[in-house]
């Protein structure tokens, strides 16, 4: 059900201006505004609106992790931003999409070419889907260095030696000669990585980069990206079901829950102070490793069927607080305290 | 807990595969350990540690090329093929992917009548009701009970996968990273699920996970693999909090932690896996090991009892040297009373 | 599981009853739904043939040979002067039926030596070669050494066309089993205790016949043309039988004089494979689209 924006009260924009004025970051442009994002699917039963009403900034520097569980639409929503959609059943129905002050959505295809792995990057999780497994890794990292800058190969092939390097891979000048399947996982994610970062791009895209990763390698490969945010003063846009690697690695968090950001704001506040009862269901569910509990809290119910999804509120068909107010009309995401917002009519919770 | 007999022993057990041209994998290489009754034994490492080629010889779905499992004192390697599919409803396996796990053509009722059927475990006429009681029990309804794997969700699956391990009324649950699939909720709700009916019906776990945390929550002994080998087994919490190998303590410190605020202590490991069909003399842990000289190169290190019947046993020539390893977890913050409130609003404590 | 571009398996629910879903497919696939009325009428007018017709086949007329369409023979009349729309009408009904006959023969025995290929393993190379001499032999050389030993007529056809037809299914069976056997479902059956037997009939079989179906139903074009073939060569029954190789072979002589007597059933064969073919073709996308949702 579509709920448009209730048009914003004197108090919510007072909020606003209040919030601006907080935010601890420098007063330069954010490399990516996303603005009221809205994307549909088409299946074989007719259209679904995966993400919607979405908003986020990435500045440089900083990194924002995108959470949230299978189905709520994180993985859609940096797709759309690449527009890597799925032809033709993935349009972006609504919003604008800003890099570096150009509108992504406005671009043609051809002009996207000349955005992706120059200007933004994306990592995914498989590495070994991500690879060619017929070229070199050299040969891979080489074209993605030449769709974008005209480069002699001798000196092509000292920067894909320098990459490989600055990513950790050891005794590069090897390396670059080996196949994908020649290299272990982890190695693999570090080539991907590499390959993403070539062209120097203000924005790196990583979604679920560890996933399928062992836990000591997924803790060098975010140590890694840790390294690289900060030496090439990138955004980092990071995508994750993980709550740990959210709060190792973000400086912002955003939660989704069916297509919608249910939460916002710095990683401190999050965790200590989250303001959404999905986000406190989350974080309550999880087993401590710090001592054995008696029985995990749950969030009861399932996730909604985003052909059919709940009025109002999407989370009010689970929530322990919902409202008569919660089941009629969507929460806009609003100011909670400074840059924290939160989409719930209770909040404040606390 | 202790007194009885274990419900599981495993000796010495090792596969080796044979491989043309190069020297034999060690996939699994010489472990030991037991099992008590009533008790959760959470078996943990990362891949190529040999967790599931363990998990299926002792399931008796592989042969072992050493050592033995006995299963209440019996050698499982020693008997008949028909002895030995009877002998099978005693110890079951609950699988990681729930999307693999269930046969697509057979309804959830037919999957689970077929051990009932093949055990004998009840009369014909009373497979219906049984079943409806297994679905009750991992909570499901009866109808459901006529549909395919394919219309429920990885949660539900997983629970369907649980009630055709209970069929069997099993003793022993090998339980293959049943919740790495599932989302963070619903692993909850399985996770507890698990600890409920171990508390009812009292069968013993092994549980294979990498997640840390959830080892913490469901386990009694952890025994850490690496490579085919332990290098470490005890009780939950001293593995935890005081873990004696450096590949435990490497391990440990590698796992994100979901509170912003505690510290990231990182041991930085050295290099990767090696090659599985790499010869190494020694220990196997010494090329990534930041404590390894010529000893642990020179000689295989033997797990060694630390002292005391509740501490753990650890395999490594300089454990005793090693730093006292602090993850700097103790220190649990209090959850603000407001979360705790709608915590407890959303799942009440049972009756 | 993960498919990562698109990972949608927890959001879209799956439908009641999978009778459905290909139901589903199959009515927005307008072309072959089309096709598939079109066969249903040959069927029927196979099956009810004698029905159909009041002449008789096999009745020969010296006075009305070579007659070419007219009010009276709607198709003419061949050479003996016997009626070709009942003629056609018979030989649709003989060619779908030793069709049928001989893919049902062949992909049976394909799949059992498939299946059992994929399952035990020290059998696999054994039967896959075994496979591969077989598939080594063209049809028209089985048809000619089963003639040649137990004279024409329209078993030797179906027997050869089963033949021939074992191979490749073998192959899909495999390929599928193979697919079968690693799943944990399978691992789970055997943990249970289960014998080989129940494994290969519930678990293994059953997730193998759909592969084995949409294989078959694209085969079976093809095989009615090797049919026609075959018995355009002679191996099949000698006249007056109404097979439509035969009668396109009959007809070869007048293709000057009297085309209808060639044409007409060749243009039935025509029909039939095409039919066969689209739906064939269709079968795949409506038990295993590959489609993204």
Not at chain 2, 59 to 71: C, E, I, N, R, S
Not at chain 2, 110 to 129: D, F, K, N, Q, S
Request: hydrophobic share 45%; aromatic share 6%.
């Amino acid at each position: 059900m579509n709920m448009v924006d209730p048009k914003p009260t004197a108090a919510i924009m007072a909020a606003e201006s209040a919030a601006m004025a907080s935010e601890a970051a420098p007063a330069e442009e954010p490399l990516l505004r996303v603005n009221r994002l809205r994307t549909s699917i088409a299946t074989e039963r007719g259209r679904m609106t995966v993400v919607n009403d979405v908003s986020f900034e990435v500045r440089a520097g900083r990194t924002l992790c995108i959470v949230g569980e299978s189905g709520c639409g994180k993985s859609i929503t940096s797709l759309s931003v690449m527009r890597l959609l799925p032809k033709p059943q993935g349009r972006i129905d609504a919003g604008n999409i800003t890099l570096l002050g150009r509108d992504l959505t406005t671009l043609t295809e051809h002009q996207m070419h000349a955005v992706r792995g120059h200007e933004v990057s994306i990592v995914f999780q498989e590495p070994m889907t991500a690879l060619n497994p017929v070229y070199t890794i050299g040969d891979q990292i080489t074209e993605a260095l030449l769709a974008h800058e005209r480069c002699g190969r001798h000196e092509a092939r000292s920067r894909v030696i320098a990459a490989l390097r600055e990513v950790g891979i050891p005794d590069p000048e090897r390396r670059i000669d080996t196949f994908p399947h020649e290299l272990s996982g982890g190695m693999r994610q570090r080539v991907v990585i590499a390959m993403a970062l070539i062209c120097r791009p203000k924005l790196l895209i990583a979604d679920e980069p560890t996933t399928a990763l062992d836990v000591t390698v997924q803790a060098q490969i975010l140590e890694l990206f840790r390294q690289l945010r900060d030496s090439h003063r990138m955004g980092l846009m990071l995508i994750t079901h993980d709550l740990g690697v959210v709060a190792e690695m973000a400086d912002d968090v955003m939660v989704m829950y069916a297509g919608r950001v249910v939460e916002s704001g710095p990683v401190a506040s999050i965790f200590n102070n989250p303001q959404h009862p999905y986000t406190i269901g989350l974080l309550g569910s999880l087993p401590k490793i710090t001592e054995r509990q008696g029985r995990l809290s749950i969030i009861p119910g399932t996730v909604p069927n985003l052909m059919a999804p709940p009025s109002g509120c999407c989370f009010h068909p689970r929530c322990p607080l919902s409202t008569e107010r919660c089941v009629a009309d969507a929460p806009p995401l609003a100011v909670v305290r400074g840059p924290h917002r939160s989409a719930c009519w209770l909040a404040p919770l606390d | 807990m202790r007194d009885e007999a274990p419900i599981l022993q495993v000796q010495d057990l090792a596969r080796h595969y044979a491989m043309r041209g190069s020297a034999a994998v060690k996939a699994v290489d010489g472990v030991s350990f037991d099992i008590a009754i009533g008790e959760t034994l959470a078996l943990v490492g990362e891949s190529g540690c040999g967790k599931s080629t363990l998990a299926r010889m002792i399931m008796a779905l592989d042969k072992p090329t050493g050592g033995k499992v006995q299963f209440q004192g019996t050698d499982l390697s020693r008997l008949s093929a028909r002895h030995l599919n009877r002998l099978r409803r005693k110890f079951q396996i609950i699988f990681q992917d729930p999307y693999s796990s269930l046969n697509p053509r057979m309804t959830v009722h037919e999957t689970l009548a077929e051990p009932l059927r093949l055990h004998r475990i009840v009369p014909a006429e009373a497979i219906a009701g049984r079943v409806a009681k297994l679905l009750e029990c991992v909570g499901l309804t009866t109808a459901q009970g006529g549909r395919y794997p394919h219309e429920f969700s990885g949660g539900q699956r997983q629970r369907i996968g649980i009630a055709r391990a209970l069929a069997c009324e099993p003793q022993l649950i090998v339980c293959d990273e049943p919740v790495s699939a599932l989302d963070v909720s619903v692993r909850a709700q399985v996770l507890n699920l698990l600890q409920d009916l171990q508390n009812q019906f009292g069968f013993s776990y092994l549980f294979i996970s990498h997640d840390l945390s959830v080892v913490r929550h469901i386990s009694h002994r952890v025994a850490v693999m690496y490579l085919g080998r332990l290098v470490e087994i005890g009780p939950t919490e001293n593995v935890f909090e005081r873990p004696l190998h450096p590949y435990t303590q490497a391990l440990l410190s590698a796992i994100p932690v979901a509170d912003p605020d505690v510290p990231r202590s990182r041991i930085a490991l050295r290099g990767e896996l090696p090659n599985p069909t790499a010869q190494l003399s020694g220990c196997k842990f010494a090329p990534r090991c930041a404590y390894a000289d010529g000893l642990c190169v020179a000689e295989v290190p033997v797990l060694e009892d630390s002292g005391g019947p509740t501490t753990s046993a650890v395999a490594c020539h300089h454990w005793r040297e090693l730093a006292v390893f602090d993850r700097g977890l103790k220190q649990e913050r209090e959850m603000p009373g407001y979360m705790a409130d709608i915590i407890a609003r959303m799942s009440p404590r049972p009756a | 599981m993960t498919d990562q571009n698109v990972a949608l398996p927890a959001l879209v629910p799956a439908d009641a009853s999978r009778g459905r879903q290909l139901l589903r497919r199959l009515l927005r696939d307008k072309i072959a739904l089309f096709m598939l009325v079109l066969l249903v009428v040959i069927v029927l007018a196979a099956v009810f043939a004698p029905f159909l017709t009041p002449f008789d086949p096999y009745r020969t007329s010296l006075r009305s040979r070579n007659m070419p369409p007219d009010l009276v023979h709607w198709l003419g009349t061949d050479e003996q002067g016997r009626d070709l729309v009942a003629r056609v009408l018979f030989g649709i009904r003989l060619t779908l039926a030793s069709g049928f006959t001989s893919l049902f023969l062949g992909g049976f025995t394909g799949t059992i030596i498939g299946v059992t290929a994929a399952y035990y393993k020290r059998a696999d190379n054994l039967l896959m070669r075994a496979m591969d001499v077989l598939l080594s032999f063209p049809a028209i050389l089985l048809g000619l050494a089963i003639a040649g030993i137990w004279g024409p007529g329209t078993w030797g056809i179906i027997f050869a066309l089963a033949i021939s037809t074992i191979p490749p299914v073998a192959r899909v069976a495999r390929a599928a089993a193979l697919g079968v056997v690693n799943q944990d479902y399978l691992v789970a059956a055997r943990a249970l205790g289960l014998g080989d037997f129940a494994i290969l009939h519930r678990y293994v079989l059953r997730n193998c016949a759909t592969s084995v179906l949409v294989y078959v139903t694209l085969r079976f074009g093809q095989v009615i043309l090797l049919g026609a073939s075959l018995s355009f060569l002679g191996l099949g029954a000698p006249p007056p039988s109404a097979e439509l190789g035969t009668m396109v072979s009959q007809g070869r002589s007048l293709l000057f004089t009297a085309p209808h007597v060639a044409l007409v059933p060749c243009f039935a064969l025509f029909l039939i494979v095409l039919v066969l073919n689209v739906l064939g073709d269709a079968a795949r996308d409506i038990f295993d689209p590959k489609v993204q949702q």
